[in-house]
């Protein structure tokens, strides 16, 4: 899954449906957790989850409001 955080407009949509995979940083910007992440940038965080949150996260993708999440 891949957060576009030059997208991301900082609602908490996202870590307020499933903070176990998402969560904001010091700008509130959504991020990857730690346990999760692969890769962060100021452009993206990226991340894999196991099956068990894969539902979770997907959640958390379709309550953004522009679109920032991808889950592939």
């Known amino acids: ?29 959504s991020k990857i957790v730690a346990k999760y992440l692969k890769t962060q940038s ?12 894969k539902k979770c996260a997907k959640e958390g993708a379709e309550v953004c409001g522009v679109e920032a999440i991808e889950i592939s």
């Open 1 to 29: 899954m891949k957060v576009n955080r030059e997208l991301c407009i900082a609602c908490g949509s996202c870590y307020s449906v499933c903070p176990e995979v998402y969560e904001s940083d010091d700008e509130g910007k």
């Open 42 to 53: 100021e452009k993206y965080s990226i991340g894999e989850v196991g099956e068990d949150l």
